[in-house]
């Protein structure tokens, strides 16, 4: 049973482009979740989604930051204009049950972002 | 919202001795509480996790304790190992989970 997978795991981009970092959880999981990892930070929840819906985004800056669960696909979690500040570690984490205080979550292993 | 402390936020120790992190919340609705280990490049790794029914928790090394009148809960890692050395990380609630800022563990040989 493959776990969260993430791809990909490094990407470079320049200040002013897009980065799309996706997301597939583990087999039987509905429920997504993105974290946002500074450098020598801990981790910040961004977004919750289900397929096909955002059910809390309270996390997300703004602007510039999307995210998309389809329904046949990964989830996407978009960066327009990507800054230097966006420089991090993106983690992505699925749960088989809907979004209760008390689920376990697990986590891919990462998509690290350098903004040059 | 959730407010996560965790203390120390560096920790070293020489190899056989205990390892004690401890987090407080502010939020007393929690009832999860979750540890990862985190290695240099690599993803969190949950370790252990309890919850509010539950006041201490126990894997081999690995001891979680909640006080929830405290809201406080603790990591003890005994008999510590060089490969424990990590960046550990408490959370508050699973989904959308808080964490708290990390402990750099060192276990020195």
């Known amino acids: 049973n493959a776990g969260v997978m993430q791809n990909p795991r490094h990407l470079v981009r320049r200040r002013g482009q897009e980065a799309r970092l996706r997301c597939s959880p583990m087999?039987?999981?509905?429920?997504v979740y993105w974290y946002r990892q500074l450098p020598e930070e801990g981790l910040k929840f961004m977004v919750y989604?289900?397929?096909?819906?955002?059910?809390?985004e309270s996390g997300m800056p703004k602007e510039r930051f999307s995210a998309e669960f389809p329904k046949e696909g990964p989830s996407i979690l978009r960066i327009q204009q990507v800054v230097r500040g966006d420089s991090a570690a993106y983690f992505c984490?699925?749960?088989?049950?809907?979004?209760?205080?008390?689920?376990?979550?697990?986590f891919g292993e990462g998509s690290w972002l350098t903004v040059v | 919202g959730e407010n996560v402390e965790q203390h120390p936020s560096t920790l070293s120790v020489q190899e056989g001795d205990s390892a004690v992190i401890k987090c407080t919340y502010s939020?007393?609705?929690?009832?999860?509480f979750p540890w990862y280990k985190q290695e240099l490049g690599k993803r969190p790794q949950l370790i252990i996790d309890?919850?509010?029914?539950?006041g201490e928790k126990k894997d081999q090394r690995i001891a979680v304790t909640l006080n929830k009148t405290a809201k406080h809960f603790s990591l003890h890692i005994t008999e510590t190992q060089p490969e424990d050395s990590a960046v550990y990380f408490c959370?508050?609630?699973?989904?959308?989970?808080?964490f708290g800022d990390g402990t750099t563990l060192t276990v020195k040989p």
């Open positions: 984490a699925s749960s088989p049950h809907r979004d209760s205080t008390e689920n376990t979550i697990y």
């Open positions: 087999k039987g999981h509905s429920h």
């Open positions: 989604l289900q397929k096909e819906n955002i059910i809390d």
């Open positions: 939020d007393s609705a929690s009832n999860y």
């Open positions: 309890i919850r509010s029914n539950v």
């Open positions: 959370a508050i609630g699973g989904g959308k989970s808080t």
